[in-house]
């Protein structure tokens, strides 16, 4: 099992055509993913690397009956492109567009309202179940189908835990990039809570930074549960100089709002597995894993 995508799901490519599109998916569907159609404005009727392309994601999923979306269309005109998955009712879209104009998030958010669509980002390296799915730039190589979800805010630090947990014999049921935008979609406490019903995920890893309050809604979470499961978490940027843009829109302390070790505290506390660096990630979910077993 996994969470959001799956073998049943049908990825269609906002901006296939273009010169990202193109190789991403391509990488995907040769990693076995079920890639349907692209769409491009003015290419309808063409094919492209062997799928059909459309004008518009409405006709896209009327022909093939995709069910998920990969936006990767210049920052200047994702939002409206996310819109026009939402209105098309696409159940999962991954945007991993960087810089895409807050105004137009906040309009993404408006639209998401209501709606059963689930965004993903934007600025998300995507979403990965191992040999089934994979929507998004995140690499596959060090994949591995297994028992660990992870879920995080940044994907360099993605990339190396799910190495690690594949080296450790772990494995992952799904690994979701939220992204590293300061407003975004789906976030850790929804992630958190499909993990926590997915009956083969048996234990989460959460990757923090600072700057937002994702982590503090994750913690009030947990706090409020019985949640069954370990939750490993780690948060970096304990040394992150205040008021300085750490990577990305989201990695930004503030004053006002908590630093690292006050979210490390807060997760602490709400029952979650500290790690102090990321080589201790790993280890510590197969130690909570097995003391479980």
Same mark, same amino acid.
């Given at each position: 099992m996994a969470i959001l995508v799956g073998k049943q799901t049908r990825v269609l490519v906002q901006g296939m055509t273009g010169r990202a599109g193109t190789f991403y998916t391509d990488l995907a569907?040769?990693?076995?993913?079920?890639?349907? &159609?692209?769409?491009? *404005?003015?290419?309808?009727?063409?094919?492209?690397?062997?799928?059909?392309?459309?004008?518009?994601?409405?006709?896209?999923?009327?022909?093939?009956?995709?069910? &998920? #979306? !990969?936006?990767? %269309?210049? @920052?200047?005109?994702?939002g409206p492109a996310i819109i026009e998955a939402i209105e098309a009712e696409i159940g999962v879209i991954v945007c991993v567009t960087e810089r895409v104009p807050v105004h137009d998030v906040a309009r993404v958010k408006a639209a998401l309202k209501g709606s059963d669509s689930i965004l993903i980002g934007p600025n998300s390296q995507g979403i990965l179940t191992p040999d089934a799915c994979k929507i998004g730039v995140m690499p596959t190589a060090d994949a591995a189908p297994g028992v660990v979800g992870i879920v995080s805010r940044s994907a360099s630090l993605t990339s190396e835990i799910l190495a690690q947990t594949t080296a450790h014999g772990l494995g992952q049921t799904t690994t979701v990039g939220i992204g590293g935008d300061a407003i975004h979609g789906l976030g850790?406490?929804?992630?958190?809570?499909?993990?926590?019903?997915?009956?083969?995920?048996?234990?989460? %890893?959460?990757?923090?930074?600072?700057?937002?309050?994702?982590?503090?809604?994750?913690? =009030?979470? !947990?706090?409020?549960? =019985?949640?069954?499961? *370990?939750?490993? @978490?780690?948060?970096?940027?304990?040394? &992150? *100089?205040?008021?300085?843009?750490?990577?990305?829109?989201?990695? +930004? #302390?503030?004053?006002?709002? *908590?630093?690292?070790?006050?979210?490390?505290?807060?997760?602490?506390? @709400?029952?979650? +597995?500290? &790690?102090?660096?990321? =080589? @201790?990630?790993?280890? !510590?979910m197969k130690k909570a894993i097995d003391g479980n077993s």
């Amino acid at each position: 099992m996994a969470i959001l995508v799956g073998k049943q799901t049908r990825v269609l490519v906002q901006g296939m055509t273009g010169r990202a599109g193109t190789f991403y998916t391509d990488l995907a569907v040769r990693y076995g993913s079920t890639y349907v &159609a692209g769409v491009r *404005p003015g290419k309808g009727g063409s094919q492209h690397i062997g799928l059909p392309v459309f004008n518009t994601v409405r006709e896209a999923v009327g022909e093939t009956n995709a069910n &998920a #979306s !990969l936006v990767m %269309i210049p @920052a200047a005109k994702a939002g409206p492109a996310i819109i026009e998955a939402i209105e098309a009712e696409i159940g999962v879209i991954v945007c991993v567009t960087e810089r895409v104009p807050v105004h137009d998030v906040a309009r993404v958010k408006a639209a998401l309202k209501g709606s059963d669509s689930i965004l993903i980002g934007p600025n998300s390296q995507g979403i990965l179940t191992p040999d089934a799915c994979k929507i998004g730039v995140m690499p596959t190589a060090d994949a591995a189908p297994g028992v660990v979800g992870i879920v995080s805010r940044s994907a360099s630090l993605t990339s190396e835990i799910l190495a690690q947990t594949t080296a450790h014999g772990l494995g992952q049921t799904t690994t979701v990039g939220i992204g590293g935008d300061a407003i975004h979609g789906l976030g850790f406490r929804t992630c958190l809570e499909l993990f926590r019903n997915d009956k083969a995920t048996k234990g989460v %890893i959460l990757i923090g930074e600072v700057g937002g309050t994702e982590e503090e809604d994750a913690a =009030d979470y !947990l706090a409020a549960t =019985d949640y069954g499961k *370990p939750v490993v @978490a780690l948060v970096v940027g304990r040394h &992150a *100089p205040k008021e300085r843009r750490m990577g990305h829109a989201g990695t +930004l #302390s503030i004053f006002g709002l *908590p630093s690292a070790a006050e979210k490390i505290e807060r997760l602490q506390s @709400a029952g979650a +597995l500290i &790690a102090t660096d990321a =080589d @201790a990630v790993a280890p !510590l979910m197969k130690k909570a894993i097995d003391g479980n077993s």
